[in-house]
């Protein structure tokens, strides 16, 4: 008798267990229209005007092509994404913040980064005369510096620890496991080239020698100098007169 009892009880547990749960569909509200530019910088780092564009740029590329109800909307998963790169949060608290589960952000994180990946080709050093120009004079008008294109430095994005052979070459001088990013920006502060695959250990120097930077500023027809720190040394490439000032 007792068997039986125990027997039935492991059978009704398999069988909640199989049971197929409820879905619950929780509150998507459209925080566009909720919150302030304010609040949505101090959360997404963009104002409304900013994040509806990216919507609407990379809505064919997110939104899932089907007709069932309680549709993922772009809008969510663009903020979804925002979010977590921006706060760096846990998956959990991202979804639990976007009404969506843990496994859907998951998904949406990638499907959008790959998405901005495609779309937003905005990174091109500057090659024409004219757009050199107003660079020069921009940068002039800043700190009375004459023909600089860009500015260059590094700076190191803290990752993960790791526990692989290669861990060292991650650690870089401050401590930390990263990665180190090498970006040139204009006047206006906008990125116009960018080296994001080498580990933080790397030298900034043998970064930029390995970039296409080299290639890129000789082959510009009135030269120009690229500014940065100490980290560089000063060089010149080809016959033109680049350098990098220290």
Not at 81 to 98: I, M, N, P, Q
Not at 133 to 149: D, H
Request: net charge positive; charged share 20%; glycine share 6%.
């Amino acid at each position: 008798m007792v068997a039986l009892i125990v027997f039935c009880g492991i059978l009704n547990e398999e069988n909640d267990k199989q049971a197929r749960r409820a879905k619950i569909f929780r509150d998507r509200t459209h925080v566009l229209d909720t919150m302030t530019d304010v609040e949505l910088i101090e959360r997404y780092r963009f104002p409304r005007v900013v994040a509806l564009g990216l919507v609407n740029d990379l809505k064919n590329l997110i939104q899932p092509k089907t007709n069932r109800s309680h549709l993922m909307p772009a809008h969510i998963q663009v903020l979804t994404c925002l979010r977590f790169l921006v706060k760096g949060d846990y998956l959990s608290e991202v979804a639990d913040l976007h009404g969506i589960s843990k496994a859907s952000a998951c998904m949406i994180i990638h499907r959008v980064v790959d998405a901005l990946c495609n779309t937003l080709k905005n990174i091109n050093f500057p090659t024409s005369n004219g757009e050199l120009r107003k660079i020069k004079s921009k940068f002039y008008k800043i700190a009375g510096f004459p023909s600089v294109v860009g500015a260059i430095d590094g700076t190191q994005i803290p990752i993960q620890g790791m526990s692989l052979e290669d861990e060292p070459l991650y650690i870089c001088r401050k401590g930390y496991h990263s990665i180190n990013v090498q970006a040139v920006v204009n006047p206006d502060l906008r990125f116009t080239n960018a080296v994001c695959k080498f580990p933080g250990a790397t030298h900034d120097a043998y970064i930029l020698q390995s970039s296409s930077l080299p290639n890129l500023v000789s082959c510009l027809e009135d030269g120009g100098w690229l500014v940065g720190d100490s980290g560089y040394p000063l060089k010149e490439w080809q016959n033109y007169k680049i350098y990098f000032i220290v």
